[in-house]
């Protein structure tokens, strides 16, 4: 039986899904609720595999997910969506950047990186409810290349209110300081898609 509400997001280092799980978590604690938080690095720099857990609820005892008890699955890149897969049952809604960055293990060639087609294939297979949000594209149109990560979270929060969106709005404001508008604006652009 799964329990509280859990958050899987898969990318790879740089496109800011360390910043996503530290907005998810500030949103909960604003919120009144328990959040715990875990990180698998595979190499944390610009290019790396980088997952992150979150489980938020009145009470929450660990961030760790059972098998196909993920609620959401954030997938930045299609490749390491499809690492996270584990993850996923058919209840999961899966929100995912279909662009690929190739890992650093593909641009030195250890690893080949399969066809699109086949890792969309192997999503729908798991779920029934995949969303394909061209995240990157939205972004640049936006002019806020580095907020692709948020919009797929307010694409997330318009399928299932888990936190509410101005106390997202809020820990977007926190975590980015300065930064945090065009965040917020991308934020906005996910929730209208």
Do not use: W
Request: glycine share 10%; net charge positive.
């Amino acid at each position: 039986m799964c329990s509280e509400y859990s958050i899987v997001i898969a990318g790879v280092g740089g496109q800011g899904g360390l910043t996503l799980s530290r907005v998810i978590a500030t949103a909960a604690n604003l919120s009144g609720l328990s959040v715990k938080t875990g990180e698998t690095l595979g190499m944390a720099q610009r290019g790396g595999s980088v997952q992150s857990y979150l489980k938020i609820g009145r009470i929450t005892r660990s961030p760790l997910i059972k098998k196909g008890c993920a609620d959401a699955l954030i997938g930045l890149e299609p490749l390491e969506a499809v690492r996270a897969l584990r993850y996923v049952g058919f209840h999961t809604k899966v929100i995912l950047d279909p662009n690929p960055i190739p890992t650093i293990f593909n641009l030195v060639g250890k690893e080949g990186y399969p066809r699109i087609e086949e890792l969309l294939r192997r999503l729908e297979e798991r779920t029934r409810h995949l969303y394909i949000i061209q995240a990157r594209r939205e972004s640049e149109m936006l002019n806020a290349r580095q907020s692709a990560n948020m919009i797929l979270l307010g694409k997330l929060v318009s399928l299932d209110a888990f936190l509410p969106s101005e106390k997202i709005e809020e820990a977007i404001r926190i975590v980015l300081g300065e930064r945090a508008e065009k965040a917020v604006a991308a934020f906005r652009r996910g929730m209208s898609l």
